[in-house]
Nanobody, 116 residues
């Protein structure tokens, strides 16, 4: 049974930090690209960051230099380190596992709220 379980969300002040985790099970994690998406109220889901099976990373311009995606294949976990957070980072954050063009799994999401 495939599972992706996000954790680490919560309330954080502007300028603060948060680390999200996504624990995977039920599939060959190391062979999948992993991504973090987010969806703010009234907006479409957008790609935040991704990391390939080989470890190459890619970031949306809005988070470049502030967020870092990483993976631990031994723990079957992908992380999103969020630094210098802004009000506009408030959203539900989802992780996604993907391979080729047709294999795709999503987590249930974790809420991140940036508020003073």
């Amino acid at each position: 049974q495939v599972q992706l379980v996000e954790s680490g969300g919560g309330l954080v002040q502007p300028g603060g930090s948060l680390r999200l985790s996504c624990a995977a099970s039920g599939f060959a994690f190391s062979m999948y690209a992993m991504s973090w998406y987010r969806q703010a109220p009234g907006k479409e889901r957008e790609l935040v960051a991704s990391i390939s099976a080989g470890g190459s990373t890619n970031y949306d311009n809005s988070v470049k230099g502030r967020f870092t995606i990483s993976r631990d294949n031994g723990k079957m976990t992908v992380y999103l380190q969020m630094n210098s957070v802004k009000f506009e980072d408030t959203a539900v954050y989802y992780c996604k596992a993907s391979r080729m063009t047709y294999l795709e799994y999503w987590g249930q999401g974790t809420q991140v709220t940036v508020s003073s």
